[in-house]
């Protein structure tokens, strides 16, 4: 598209992008839910990915031949994006269920990308959580984040939600922030400020989803189904060819940008992190001798993580080398991983 990208971002620069239902609520919980067939379409798995409850509940299976998955219509330059997700159950060691924006088909070499990843795990082990950020095609600098959470999403539905605005990234679960990611001058192009498209994928990670590909997918245990629903697009959509915006109507006509999360979201936010974060790679001492420039460390968090594994967060010996790198599903560009 050669020059044309320039377009995009003069065009939404220029657009004060502003969710005015988190300025009057702290929420965007009262968003339109739309029916599969406008907002998304169908991106691999064949019959592996079925429609439900007339139109606006999606199931995607993962089974010994295929995973499967969708895709959004529109790329979008900012947003809110929203899915109520149900996880396989039983034993989903390799399995990957992804929610997630990126524009790697248009940027194979500088692309952008905002993961929500949920990586399964052996019988009597709970699911984890594994957020991510990638701007400008910085997957050397992995942003990687891993959490547990206060309930077992296979067992019912759960909203997850991606918040992209041009100054922030914040990840929500059940409107409850568990990570902010905030644009700082230091991070440069590192912080995602491209066009993107947003997927939903189930697939086959065997390879480094479960303790580093120690325990595989059994399809013993398949079909394995994740349950799509309440889906919600509400941002700044971009026209790939006339590099023109089709920005809601909540995007115009605004002065200020909203903080994104309330006083009582970033209470909830910090008590989350101190109970349930796992891995932060600003805190990774082996990754990273000096953290990246945008981490802000907060000293409470350090200490919870050196307890939980005082070899990655602390000072201690590693007797092996922990090995870093980037996997992806052959046909869905779907996730990443250390």
């Not at 918040?163 to 568990?178: E, G, N, R, Y």
């Not at 065997?206 to 079909?223: E, F, I, L, M, Q």
Request: hydrophobic residues 35%; contains cysteine; aromatic residues 12%.
């Amino acid at each position: 598209m050669g020059g044309g990208h320039m377009g995009w971002f003069l065009l939404c620069s220029s657009s004060l992008l502003f969710f005015a239902v988190i300025a009057s609520s702290g929420s965007l919980a009262n968003l339109p839910i739309i029916a599969f067939e406008d907002g998304y379409t169908p991106l691999f798995g064949d019959h592996n990915l079925a429609i439900h409850r007339d139109g606006k509940s999606v199931h995607l299976s993962l089974d010994e031949r295929t995973g499967s998955g969708f895709v959004s219509h529109d790329l979008y330059l900012h947003g809110y994006f929203s899915a109520s997700i149900k996880l396989p159950s039983d034993y989903t060691a390799g399995v990957v269920v992804a929610f997630y924006m990126s524009n790697g088909d248009m940027f194979q070499k500088n692309h952008d990308e905002i993961d929500f990843e949920f990586l399964g795990n052996i019988r009597g082990k709970d699911w984890r959580v594994q957020t991510n950020v990638y701007g400008n095609g910085s997957t050397n600098i992995g942003r990687e984040e891993r959490c547990g959470l206060w309930f077992d999403p296979a067992e019912d539905f759960h909203q997850y939600s991606i918040l992209w605005t041009d100054s922030k990234i914040v990840f929500m679960v059940d409107d409850v922030p568990i990570r902010e990611v905030m644009r700082t001058e230091s991070m440069g192009g590192d912080f995602p400020s491209k066009p993107m498209t947003l997927y939903a994928t189930i697939w086959d990670a065997s390879d480094w989803a479960t303790n580093g590909g120690k325990y595989r997918v059994n399809y013993k245990y398949a079909p394995y189904v994740a349950e799509f629903s309440d889906l919600v697009l509400h941002g700044c959509a971009v026209d790939p060819i006339e590099h023109v915006t089709k920005c809601d109507s909540s995007f115009q006509d605004s002065e200020a940008e909203p903080s994104g999360i309330t006083p009582a979201q970033r209470t909830k936010m910090d008590n989350f992190r101190l109970k349930h974060i796992t891995y932060s790679y600003c805190y990774d001492t082996v990754r990273y001798k000096v953290p990246p420039p945008e981490c802000v460390i907060k000293p409470q968090e350090a200490q919870r993580l050196r307890k939980f594994d005082p070899v990655t967060f602390g000072n201690g010996r590693r007797h092996r080398g922990k090995r870093h790198h980037r996997s992806r599903g052959s046909q869905e560009e779907a996730a990443s991983s250390f």
